[in-house]
């Protein structure tokens, strides 16, 4: 009984496991977002004055949202005639997968030396032989550029998914997305090459672990990529592809039931697997502790990042998609030029 138990333990707190199902992955994320939503509500609510279900409970309406997410996702499935069943049905499940891959590239941490403070408490847990130096699930050495290159696959599912439904709005939605991803995947990688010119590395971790944040390596690269991350995720004023007013919900229109929240839950992951990368690479990520109490650091700092991203929402309408793509081009494609510019003349000077 004890093997199979420390069996159990093994596997739950294998680093590769524990990091992409339960924490920052799958479950913490899936939880977090949730509390995103709830808050998202609370934060437009009391910035415009709005009354909400103030009699469903005494906890802050927390009950409210339960009470919705159960009910949609118990609601019946509707398959639209003239639609290829097994598409429609599995194309709301690859945006959120290729949302949450992502997180196997991403370091959370390192592993402490032995003596430290919290070495103890980390080799009682995990293997002191498996994935030492970062915690990661996969190797991390070109993790600054795998990130991305897996989360630049989501906006084609957006756009199968659209066409998977064979409905009009939701096709405006997947054009729409078409047009916003050229331009914010421009300014992402932009941001990135500036990040990896300074630091002389395409390995998050090292970015880390130089001691020098990237918003004040390169604060223009930071911005950048916040602003990337804005459009990338459709938050306000960049929640252009949804737009209920004009496309009901865009590529999500013909969707009822748990194809709804899976289709609705990519762009929420999305938000929170791209704050952690920002955390990580432009706020210091893990530092100042090491091993999983760090990631609970950089988990904390990616909050911070996806609570102000849904706050948008309360303070800002939504631009035009010309709008979007004017200030993209025009405004930011400079700034995102000068962010390479300026990590070049930072890796030169003094990022070693």
Do not use: C
Request: without cysteine; aromatic residues 16%; neutral net charge.
């Amino acid at each position: 009984m004890m093997d199979i138990l420390q069996d159990i333990k093994y596997v739950i707190f294998y680093p590769s496991f524990f990091v992409m199902i339960i924490f920052p992955g799958l479950i913490a994320g899936g939880l977090f977002v949730l509390f995103a939503i709830w808050f998202e509500r609370k934060i437009a609510a009391r910035v415009q004055m709005r009354v909400g279900p103030y009699y469903v409970s005494r906890f802050g309406g927390i009950a409210q949202l339960l009470a919705d997410a159960i009910r949609v996702a118990l609601q019946e499935i509707i398959i639209p005639a003239g639609v290829n069943p097994t598409l429609y049905v599995i194309a709301p499940i690859f945006p959120l997968l290729f949302a949450f891959l992502p997180l196997a590239f991403l370091p959370i941490g390192v592993i402490p030396e032995q003596g430290s403070v919290f070495s103890a408490y980390y080799h009682s847990f995990f293997d002191p032989g498996v994935n030492m130096g970062v915690i990661a699930a996969l190797p991390t050495e070109y993790s600054l550029i795998a990130v991305l290159a897996v989360e630049a696959a989501y906006p084609i599912f957006i756009i199968l998914q659209a066409w998977a439904t064979n409905n009009r709005f939701a096709l405006v939605g997947a054009v729409r997305e078409a047009y916003l991803s050229v331009a914010y995947d421009v300014l992402i990688l932009m941001s990135v090459i500036a990040t990896a010119v300074e630091y002389h590395t395409l390995d998050v971790a090292k970015v880390v672990q130089s001691g020098i944040p990237g918003i004040v390596a390169n604060p223009l690269a930071a911005f950048v990529f916040f602003v990337g991350l804005i459009m990338a995720t459709s938050r306000f004023p960049f929640e252009i592809v949804e737009a209920e007013s004009e496309l009901v919900t865009g590529p999500a229109t013909e969707y009822s039931g748990l194809l709804f929240l899976l289709a609705m839950g990519g762009s929420y992951f999305g938000t929170y697997v791209y704050a952690l990368y920002f955390a990580a690479v432009f706020l210091g990520g893990w530092y100042p502790l090491s091993g999983f109490p760090g990631a609970v650091i950089l988990f904390l700092k990616a909050a911070v990042i996806v609570l102000f991203s849904v706050f948008l929402r309360s303070v800002y309408g939504r631009y035009r998609i010309d709008q979007a793509l004017r200030n993209s081009w025009r405004l930011l494609l400079p700034v995102a030029l000068a962010s390479i510019v300026l990590g070049i003349v930072g890796g030169w000077l003094w990022i070693r």
